[in-house]
């Protein structure tokens, strides 16, 4: 036979290509995809509209043409089959350059929950021709219109567009009267020219207007300056709109962004001769999101905002979503960045309590007021009979609605930084882990990945803090989230695309089920020593969120070192000499932009770091962080482990084999080899083939999103 000696040196790497390359294409389709728990779909419906009503325990969804009532344990279990919404003006619609899929549809916008869940305040563009209605909670069926008296007309109180930003909110107490009205933020003609803050028509039990609307000042930048309406909430005596908007202050240096929040009174019925049936409550302030400096870093264009109650103290704070604000030739070589920032209640109502601003010409600069120069009463403060207040005061508010000082963010810092990114919506739960308190934060991108990060206030350090504990891809193929919404009561997430709603377990303990270093850094979750498997803290014992438990192990500021090193079991590798090993410890989507440093995640070889560098083509690292070794030597037996953070997620033991494999001696052993080459390069082939493919429609799916 004849021997093989003057094989091409290629041969023999042909085992560590395709090894290299299986890894990579592994790697490349990732383990962030997060499994929902269930699905709703009726079709692309554009779902963007979402409120949870916790009296009747639904989750209400305003789709085009229709209104859902979703099962909050389970929204699989809800039916497509509920009363249509068709749009009245279609033909106008369409006759005034309109498309008649989408734009002269009826998208509900506004959803409402009245009464403690007895009906549902619901209102659709109706082919750019606002609408309301309301429905039974029960069924979903109209309610008589005797009932509502000024229910019909939705000019004021949603959209004409579909696609326009706009906020709104049924309030039942406080107003004059104690009668109930929808205050509502939104565009009032089609030219979207006319952007106003609204409160409808106020009705006593005779069905007779008691109180005409109220609205902001028409036309007026100094009140709204092309405003994006955002989020609007009833607390108190007053009603907070949050938007961002142009800034009239820099009207003279060019155009920018600002993020601002606005109060009213929710007793305000206007002025008498001045602010007739306009605000005479109205003011807003600036939010201040930025990253603090001597030139400080801005994140001015508010996305989304919620609201949460801090049960300890009973102090509300808002969180929002900002974006840098670039104009489009900044933009054109910078990409955006994106915050979470917290604002609480008194924070605001203090901004209000301070200086005014005002220009006292075109070409002067915006400066404060001097409190010798602000009329009494206070303008803009809550008073019994606002038509009874001097008309200095009045003119006051019309000419002055802008305070002086920004609202100061929370810890003088945002929670969470993202580059590169753009920050949609978010929701939050706060939770208790280890007898202490945490907010996990929610917040998603315009790919539909979900950060899941953690946040809480060290007070021995006096630092706050906050980490990514998880990053979910979620719509792969849907395009952008459009709404977010969570149930605490219920333990998930519920999350809106065009195309359907997906429901989420806020704790998703399954994903770290083979990593007890991920698994005790997340609150809602522990290590289960006995089984070795991660487990939802709220399925063991609720407990376990005050009372540590040897059986379960839990670490969420990672204080302690190595909590999981005497529970991750050690894998046995064997491969023969001179071929490629590939040690896979798969660990979630976790990056340097998330606050995880890129050497927190080190492989040691016999309590050693190994050197993975550019100039080491022996040992690589894939992109999911397994190690490959080329090329195996007797030297490279041992223990490998890999850690993040100091906390060990993987461990083998390595053993090489030397006496099993030769290189190919005779034609047969090379036959057989070059056959079993051939195999491993067209399953190579096939996955390649089929990423090239996946990639392809990924970048048509978001060309066209």
């Known amino acids: 036979m004849t021997r093989m000696d003057n094989l091409p040196n290629w041969i023999y790497l042909l085992p560590t290509i395709f090894l290299s390359w299986m890894s990579v294409l592994s790697s490349v389709s990732g383990n962030g995809f997060a499994a929902p728990l269930h699905e709703f779909s009726c079709g692309k419906l554009f779902y963007r509209t979402l409120a949870l009503d916790a009296h009747s325990g639904a989750l209400y969804v305003g789709a085009m043409n229709h209104l859902f009532k979703l099962n909050l344990e389970n929204i699989n279990s809800s039916s497509c089959n509920t009363p249509k919404f068709e749009p009245d003006f279609r033909r106008r619609c369409e006759s005034i350059g309109k498309s008649r899929g989408y734009q002269c549809q009826n998208h509900i916008r506004v959803v409402q929950p009245l009464l403690k869940g007895q009906y549902v305040y619901v209102c659709g563009t109706n082919a750019f021709r606002p609408r309301d209605w309301i429905v039974h909670a029960s069924n979903l069926s109209e309610v008589n219109g005797a009932t509502f008296p000024g229910i019909g007309d939705g000019i004021a109180k949603c959209p004409f567009d579909p696609d326009d930003n706009g906020t709104a909110i049924w309030v039942e107490e406080g107003n004059p009267g104690n009668y109930p009205a929808l205050y509502s933020a939104t565009v009032a003609d089609v030219s979207r020219a006319d952007h106003l803050l609204f409160r409808s028509d106020l009705y006593d039990s005779h069905s007779t207007v008691a109180h005409p609307y109220l609205r902001s000042v028409d036309f007026d930048p100094r009140w709204l300056s092309s405003p994006d309406f ?8 007053h009603v907070y709109f949050f938007f961002r908007e142009n800034a009239i202050e820099y009207g003279n240096v060019g155009r920018n962004i600002y993020s601002r929040v606005a109060r009213v009174c929710k007793k305000d019925t206007g002025g008498r001769n001045v602010l007739e049936q306009n605000w005479s409550s109205f003011v807003k302030a600036r939010l201040n999101c930025s990253i603090p400096g001597d030139i400080p870093y801005y994140f001015d264009s508010l996305q989304s905002l919620v609201k949460s109650d801090t049960a300890r103290t009973s102090a509300i704070t808002f969180y929002g979503t900002f974006t840098s604000s670039l104009n489009a030739a900044a933009a054109a070589v910078v990409s955006p960045a994106s915050a979470v920032c917290a604002f609480t209640l008194d924070d605001i109502d203090r901004a209000f309590s301070g200086l005014f601003k005002e220009q006292t010409s075109v070409t002067s600069a915006w400066l404060p007021v001097m409190k010798a120069d602000v009329p009494e009463p206070r303008p803009g403060k809550c008073v019994e009979d606002s038509k009874g207040l001097p008309d200095n005061v009045l003119t006051f508010i019309k000419n002055h609605p802008i305070m002086n000082s920004a609202v100061a963010h929370l810890h003088g810092r945002p929670l969470f930084v993202r580059d590169q990114v753009v920050l949609s919506k978010l929701v939050v739960v706060p939770t208790i882990a280890e007898g202490y308190e945490y907010l996990v934060i929610f917040t998603a991108d315009q790919s539909g990945s979900i950060y899941k990060v953690i946040h809480w206030y060290d007070s021995i350090k006096q630092q706050v803090m906050s980490r990514v504990i998880d990053v979910w891809e979620t ?76 059986n379960f192990l839990q670490d969420v500021r990672d204080e302690r070192l190595h909590v999981c090193e005497e529970v991750i079991r050690w894998q046995n590798e064997t491969v023969t000499l001179g071929s490629t090993v590939h040690l896979s410890c798969p660990i979630p989507k976790v990056t340097k932009e998330d606050g995880l440093p890129v050497d927190s995640i080190v492989w040691t070889h016999n309590k050693v770091p190994l050197s993975i560098s550019q100039h080491n083509q022996r040992i690589l690292l894939t992109t999911s962080n397994g190690l490959i070794i080329t090329r195996t030597q007797s030297t490279d037996v041992g223990q490998y482990v890999v850690q993040m953070d100091r906390q060990v997620l993987c461990r083998f033991h390595l053993h090489v084999d030397q006496d099993s494999c030769q290189a190919p001696r005779t034609e047969s052993d090379y036959k057989k080899a070059y056959h079993e080459w051939c195999d491993e390069f067209q399953r190579y082939k096939s996955m390649m083939h089929k990423w090239q493919k996946s990639k392809k429609i990924a970048g048509l799916t978001a060309a066209s999103g």
């Open 230 to 237: 955002v989020a609007s909430f009833d607390i108190g005596e």
């Open 475 to 550: 719509m792969k193929s849907d395009g952008s989230i459009r709404n977010m919404v969570v149930s605490p009561d219920h333990r998930s997430l519920y999350v809106a695309s065009d195309y359907r709603i997906l429901q989420f377990s806020v704790a998703s303990c399954s994903r770290y089920a083979s990593h007890c270093a991920q698994c005790t850094r997340d609150p809602f979750c522990v290590w289960n020593r006995g089984k070795a498997t991660c487990q939802d803290i709220s399925e063991v014992s609720e407990s376990l969120k005050w009372r540590p438990d040897p």
